[in-house]
């Protein structure tokens, strides 16, 4: 219900109001390594805001509402093992396809963006990024 614009920082993500740059709130992710390079996913239909990280993290499913002109978060859920080290995460509906790793082989993936829950994985896909 309110324009943001969200940015994924070292160690927190942050929602900005577009017209004045005035802070709407955060929430922190650090990672092992201060880097946090996935663009988060943003699903209006359910008020989550998926971001992803290798490098320790893993994925949280954050709950924005908006009352009263004041934005509050709320980790809805948070899974280790959905850890994204770079690149674009692309929402259908209310699955997540993403591409977990970091060195090494990557895994191709579903999840469930309301749960967090791993719906499948497909091993042999190297690391992608989607469009």
Request: hydrophobic share 40%.
């Amino acid at each position: 219900g309110q324009d943001q614009v969200v940015i994924f920082l070292a160690e927190e993500v942050v929602g900005l109001d577009p017209k004045t740059g005035t802070q709407l709130w955060s929430h922190a992710h650090s990672t092992s390594w201060d880097i946090n390079a996935t663009m988060p996913v943003w699903s209006a239909k359910h008020g989550i805001l998926m971001i992803s990280s290798a490098y320790g993290s893993g994925a949280r499913g954050l709950k924005l509402t908006n009352t009263g002109g004041k934005t509050t978060i709320e980790e809805a859920w948070a899974q280790r093992r959905i850890g994204v080290q770079h690149g674009v995460m692309i929402l259908d509906g209310d699955t997540v396809y993403c591409s977990i790793g970091m060195q090494g082989p990557s895994i191709f993936a579903a999840v469930d963006l309301t749960s967090g829950e791993i719906l499948w994985k497909q091993r042999g896909i190297a690391k992608a990024t989607m469009v």
